[in-house]
Structure formats: C-alpha cells, structure tokens
C-alpha cells in the first residue's frame, strides 16, 4: 500500500517558496522537507539506515557489521545488535577459561536463537519448556532502556562480571553466526572485552575507551572497534530490523514477553529524540497537512526508541499494510519539530525493505 496524493508536489515546490524566521547571512532559510526512502537493500533488509531529519541525510551501513555496543554515557552498559536477532546469556561463571561448550549445552541449538523460540511459541500450543519465560531476558528491552539489557551493567569487581553465552544472530540470508563467549569488566572510565570461541581459554582481549560524541562506541568480534552510528546528534531515526518482542499467547495479546524478530522497525535516536503519534480515522492526509508548530504542544512525547517501531504498519498473515490513521512528529537533539507521514512499505514490485515517508519542519 501507498499513499501518493498530490501532497508531494505541494511539499517540494513550497521549499522554494516559504519562508521562515531564521536569517543567515540575511538570506531567508527555508524550512526542511521533502520525501525520503530508507533503503533496505530489499526483502532480508540486510541494511541500517540511519536519517537526520534536518539535513535530509541518511546514512547506510551493514546491519552485521557490528556485535555489541558499549555506553559512552558513563554507566557501563552493553547492548547486543539487535538487528541481527542476537540473545546473550550468562553462565554461572566469572572465569573466562573456565567456561567451554561442556557447560554451555543447554544455551545452544533450539533454546538461545529467536527462530527457535518463536517456532516453540507458535507450535506449543499454549504448552513451553520451564525455561520459556526467561527468553526475555536474553534479549535488550525494545525501548531501549539500557537498565534492561541482556548483558547486566558491568562491575567494577571483576568477580561480579559473568561470562555469557553470545548467539550472534543471523545474517541477512538466515545464515547462523555462530556462537561465542565473552566477559566484559571495566578498564578505567572504559571497558574490557575478553572473547573468543567456546573452547578458548585465552580468548582475545580487547580495551575500549568511552568516547562521548557517540552513544555507543561498537565492537564486531571479528573486526575490533567499527563506525556504526553518527555522532549522538546528528541522526533522528534509524530503519533496520529487530528483536521486538511478542507475548506468548501469540496471536492474542496475552501472556508473558518473548523476544521475535521483526523487519521494517524504526528506532528513534536515544539523545534527546522524543515522539509523539497523531491520529486521524477520517482524513490523515488534510490532518498532516493541516498540523502546524501550534499544535505540538500537548502531544504525549515518548523518548522510548521504539516509540514509532512497528507501529507504522500493519504486518499479519493475510495482509501487510501502512496504517492510514496516522502521522508522527519528531522533536530533534536541538529541539526542532517535524511531522513525518509514511507513504510506502513496498515497492511497486510488492516487496518490503524499500520504506517511504514524507516530512516537514515546523516553524
């Protein structure tokens, strides 16, 4: 489905044409707007798409080019890259050498890996393993509260920092990462990463500073310190997939959470991003346009980076849809306010990984 009004052409010729407050170098600037497509790389969206709203910039990387994230905010804190469909869990372990692929059974195969979990939920019948409602907590929370991750904050007694069992998801194709072993512990103001292969003794050990332009400096475990994100304040929001979660009553909406992969999420930027939604069942189209500055007040805003997620669209087994009934207005780092309108979940060959919006600065 689309939405393709004559909206667009209004919306490009009235960047030529409006005006606004702001002078530089006294020539009138006027406001951001225009359309925009994430671009997915297709069907398995193997890309991350990072978008500055105020730039009209996106920025592409491989989603699997990075494994684990680690806070640049002070409260040592590491997220799993959770468009890969990671899940780490922790053995009872402080001793990186003392874990190895005897302990680590009961983690691998069918239990650690969200395809495995989810085949469990929707084949059960209602009926799981005593362990299935701890699934959760292999997984980071959606909202991206990071006192809610996979991975506990990291001590600075190294003998209160476990070794986990990582999965490291999947790529693109639905081919398995594999697994791996880590045990992170405090350096300093930064960290200590120490990895390897199950039976490793050794491992690799890796140090990593706290670099504060950045949310997260990142990590793959093949490759060392990688370039993920833009600096903290100079993305909005970022399309990918994701490990949301479902409740196991699947598809009623009760029960406990577990963690399911998902595509065509939206994640808002975690610096100073917030959200609010707008709905509209009659016309969301003269709603959009009609939404001025004035309105933005009294909006309920959600910081939350799943604040938009999937609720964009509507993906069930007999359809996959936008949602017509509403738009959404981003408030930016520096307080700039957009409202943003998705026009496109496929393409005009029917497939998914090519997502469309339309937006506009509000003055």
């Known amino acids: 489905m689309k939405i393709k009004p004559f909206l ?18 006294g020539q009138t600037i006027p406001p951001v707007m225009g359309t925009i497509q994430a671009h997915l790389g297709g069907e398995a969206e193997p890309n991350q798409v990072f978008i500055d709203l105020s730039e009209a910039r996106n920025e ?3 989603r699997t080019s990075w494994d684990l994230g680690f806070s640049n905010n002070g409260d040592f804190r590491v997220i799993l890259n959770s468009t890969n469909g990671m899940l780490a869990a922790a053995t009872s372990k402080t001793d990186f050498a003392g874990v190895s692929s005897a302990d680590t059974a009961m983690f691998l195969g069918e239990v650690l890996n969200v395809d ?16 299935f409602s701890s699934t959760v907590e292999w997984a980071d929370a959606p909202n991206g509260n990071l006192n809610n991750t996979a991975i506990d904050e990291i001590s600075a007694n190294t ?12 790529n693109p194709n639905g081919e398995p990462r594999g697994f791996m072993k880590i045990k992170i512990d405090r350096d300093g103001a930064g960290y200590r990463l120490t990895y390897g292969d199950l039976d490793d003794a050794s491992g690799q050990t890796l140090e990593i500073g706290q670099v504060t ?10 490759d060392g310190i990688v370039s993920v994100e833009p600096q903290k304040g100079a993305w909005d929001l970022a399309f990918s997939t994701y490990t949301d979660n479902v409740l196991s009553g699947f598809p009623a909406p009760t029960g406990f959470p577990v963690p399911y992969f998902v595509r065509d999420f939206i994640s808002t930027n975690r610096h100073q991003v917030s959200v609010a939604m707008v709905t509209d069942a009659s ?12 309105d933005v007040v009294g909006l309920t805003y959600s910081s939350d980076v799943n604040s ?13 849809r936008l949602y017509d009934d509403r738009f959404f207005v981003l408030q930016d780092a520096s307080g700039k306010y957009f409202k943003i309108l998705f026009t496109q979940l496929k393409n005009d060959q029917g497939l998914r990984g090519f997502p469309e919006f339309i937006f506009e600065e509000l003055r």
């Open 60 to 62: 592409t990387i491989d």
């Open 283 to 294: 016309d969301i189209l003269s709603a959009y346009n009609a939404f001025s500055i004035d």
């Open 159 to 170: 003998t209160e920092n476990f070794v986990y069992i990582i999965n490291r998801g999947k």
């Open 116 to 131: 495995a979990i989810f085949g469990i939920l929707i084949g059960g019948g209602g009926v799981f393993p005593p362990w």
């Open 213 to 222: 332009d950045f949310n997260f400096t990142y990590v793959h475990l093949n």
């Open 308 to 320: 938009i997620g999937t609720n964009w669209r509507l993906v069930g087994q007999t359809e996959q």
């Open 8 to 25: 667009f052409t209004l919306l490009i010729l009235s960047i030529f044409a409006t005006g606004c407050d702001d002078d530089e170098g």
